[in-house]
């Protein structure tokens, strides 16, 4: 319902919105606008008139022509936890959130961009949708294909988590593996939507409704911080675009006058996989990641092949805000999935877990320090990674054996 324009992130033309993926002057990446202002406090605050809850409260500020074309599942709304547990256990004096998106609907934060995505594919009059992953986003897409009665076709890399695989054909979309890396997969879905016209709604930055669907991850944050504006705030990184997508809606919060500043973004990566943080650290444009190393945080190893200009944009929104990227190695990573589920409670996968591991090496380089307040993404639930390691059942054979067993 909100009025919306195309603005090209390469040579800054705004364009009227319409089905397209890139710049047609200079092939750049897209980002939808909408205008929003003093008008606009109450919607952000309260929510509009057409839905109760969730991310489509703000149906209003988001470039949906018309609410019978919403595609939803109940996403958005996700819950953020004050945590004292991890703070107190690494000994920081600072004020710790965690924005469980790993509650969506399918599992991951994916289901925003995914809902956003599907329902301008149904306005547009699309009937089929494609898309590139790893598996969070093609279960998203799957599922809210599904719901909104279209054909869903997703291009995996071969080796996909088996359990994302499990839930993405469950739904009943179309998945086809690759023998080669997720670029690979990229190349394929983006030329199958060229050939067939489908619709393209892989989650790196070349669909510009996904980005923009983020948004509404910062007015959750502003409402449920009581107006607070965090000083940090920690988002695994792929391609970047859940990060643009937070820096669009705190825009959208100061453009409104509820906030007077922006919190610094951090993204961060896997070390075995970490074009956007190299490129960050050497000040340099990102280059496509050369080796092919497996990491427990799959869903962030993305190599950038053909798509590095993603991972240029995204640093210099960190830099736009004083922020940083950085990574973490494979210990790192497990350390923090292993912390969130026993000092926090909540089930993850690694790949979502690498924001509140993040805490502890940013308060490490004094880049956090006490006193301030620090707000993680956390993106995807434990029940994506199957891979991780059984432990052997206890088995009991009485009820003297239970005595025994838990006395001694």
């Not at 909100?2 to 047609?24: E, K």
């Not at 006193?371 to 009820?399: I, N, P, Q, W």
Request: charged content about 20%.
């Amino acid at each position: 319902m909100a009025d919306h324009i195309f603005h090209c992130q390469g040579c800054c033309r705004l364009l009227a919105a319409q089905q397209m993926y890139y710049c047609p002057e200079c092939d750049g990446i897209l980002q939808v606008e909408c205008r929003t202002g003093p008008q606009d406090k109450e919607l952000i605050e309260f929510g509009g008139k057409y839905f109760g809850s969730g991310m489509w409260k703000y149906f209003e500020l988001l470039p949906i022509d018309s609410a019978d074309n919403v595609v939803t599942l109940g996403e958005g709304g996700t819950p953020l936890l004050r945590d004292r547990s991890l703070s107190g256990h690494w000994k920081m004096d600072i004020e710790l959130h965690i924005k469980a998106e790993s509650l969506n609907p399918t599992g991951s934060f994916k289901d925003r961009p995914m809902s956003m995505a599907i329902s301008k594919a149904k306005e547009y009059g699309q009937d089929t949708v494609v898309l590139s992953s790893t598996g969070n986003a093609a279960a998203s897409a799957a599922a809210y294909a599904a719901r909104g009665g279209m054909r869903c076709v997703v291009i995996v890399p071969k080796n996909t988590d088996p359990g994302k695989l499990a839930q993405t054909q469950a739904y009943g979309a179309e998945v086809v593996g690759v023998d080669g890396n997720l670029g690979m997969c990229s190349v394929i879905a983006q030329e199958l939507s060229r050939a067939f016209g489908w619709t393209n709604v892989a989650t790196t930055f070349i669909n510009p409704y996904t980005t923009v669907a983020n948004k509404t991850v910062a007015y959750e944050l502003h409402n449920q911080m009581g107006g607070k504006v965090p000083d940090h705030i920690i988002i695994p990184i792929g391609a970047g675009p859940l990060l643009a997508g937070i820096l669009k809606g705190y825009q959208d919060l100061t453009y409104a006058g509820l906030v007077d500043r922006l919190p610094k973004l951090v993204g961060v990566q896997a070390r075995v996989c970490e074009p956007i943080t190299r490129a960050f650290v050497e000040n340099k444009p990102v280059r496509a990641w050369e080796k092919h190393e497996q990491s427990i945080a799959a869903g962030i190893a993305d190599p950038l092949i053909g798509y590095e200009r993603d991972g240029d944009l995204t640093n210099k929104l960190v830099r736009k805000t004083d922020g940083v990227m950085i990574s973490l190695d494979e210990n790192e990573i497990a350390e923090a999935n292993d912390l969130v589920e026993k000092k926090v409670g909540l089930y993850s996968e690694p790949t979502g877990a690498v924001a509140v591991g993040a805490v502890k090496k940013l308060y490490g380089s004094g880049f956090i320090k006490d006193g301030d307040c620090v707000a993680c993404l956390l993106t995807g639930h434990g029940f994506k990674y199957s891979a991780r390691a059984k432990r052997e059942l206890t088995v009991l054979g009485s009820v003297g054996h239970a005595i025994d067993y838990f006395g001694g």
